[in-house]
């Protein structure tokens, strides 16, 4: 009875057969069988849910499948300075002199950012702004 034009992973443009699916790709053709004559059930044990483009309760149904897990290890503030010794600094008249470097937002190890690159704080494409610093603070 002729078929349809779908796009199907990754945009991969393929005619369907109306009868059996035909010449689907087979790591989508029966992946969410429900067959209950011929022993066949896959609602439990399928990776993803199914969904449908008519109206379809499945496709509001609460899963785990959405869930993600937000744990996260920022290093949010860093500092490392270096007081200058007095012996050093009387000759040039200072009496407090500190070198220092710092960080902010440096790093943050997260499943969320490596795998969808979402910052787990913001859920946004944007996380915070790294920024460094480099100093000296001095007092006569």
Known sequence: MGGRSIDLLDAASQVLAFNNFGNAYAIAN?????YPSEGIDTRNTATYPRLSTAY????????????KSANF?????????????????ERVKIRDARIYISGVNLFTFSKLTDKYGLDPET???YSGLKSYNVGLTFSF
């Open 30 to 34: 029966n992946r969410w069988a429900y």
């Open 123 to 125: 859920l946004s494409g």
């Open 73 to 89: 290890l920022r290093i949010r503030n860093i500092e490392l300075g270096y007081q200058l010794p007095a012996s050093l600094l």
């Open 56 to 67: 379809n309760l499945n496709n509001y149904q609460s899963s785990s499948l959405w869930i």
